[in-house]
């Protein structure tokens, strides 16, 4: 993983530029970064070599794709032996309704980001994705019912 001092302020301005549009030519991006293109390329390269680009995707609505229920879940586990959070870490990363999955400090162990077709859907997930994982305390749900934003540019660092 790149430590700060690979990444200079040009290198986050391209960053910056391919997070608003992952689909910018080179010949922009340059422009859009006070370089000439050459230069860009090989530093976009680097970039993507070093780590600090991960990949390209696209944003899909999920309502248009018929997933139109976001759910973010607290899951507390029962205990934290090293057999129970493998268990439980490995699952996640095999489960397509779970987008995200962060370890959290404080009452949850871990949050979800869910989406799924309804509230039947969502009950399907729980009953059949998630109790037969064993381990799990308990399950706090919360239904997203709105977003006031959702980003994935970063701030600007000096």
């Known amino acids: 993983m790149p430590t700060q001092t690979q990444i200079d302020a040009t290198d986050r301005k391209i960053l910056r530029a391919l997070q608003r549009n992952g689909r910018i030519t080179n010949l922009d991006l340059a422009a859009e ?70 370890v959290m400090t404080g009452h949850s162990d871990y949050l979800l980001r869910v989406v799924v077709s309804d509230l039947e859907d969502y009950e399907r997930f729980v009953r059949e994705r998630l109790h037969p994982i064993g381990g799990i305390g308990s399950i706090d749900t919360s239904f997203v019912y709105g977003v006031v934003k959702r980003t994935n540019v970063f701030p600007t660092v000096d």
Do not use: W
Request: glycine share 4%; aromatic share 6%; charged share 30%.
């Open 33 to 102: 970064v006070n370089l000439s293109p050459s230069p860009c390329l090989r530093r976009l390269r680097n970039l993507e070599a070093n780590g600090a680009i991960k990949g390209y995707s696209v944003n899909v609505d999920s309502k248009a794709y018929g997933l139109p229920v976001e759910v973010m879940v607290q899951i507390r586990l029962d205990k934290h032996t090293k057999e129970t959070v493998a268990r439980f870490e490995a699952r996640m990363r095999d489960i397509p309704e779970v987008l995200e999955c962060f």
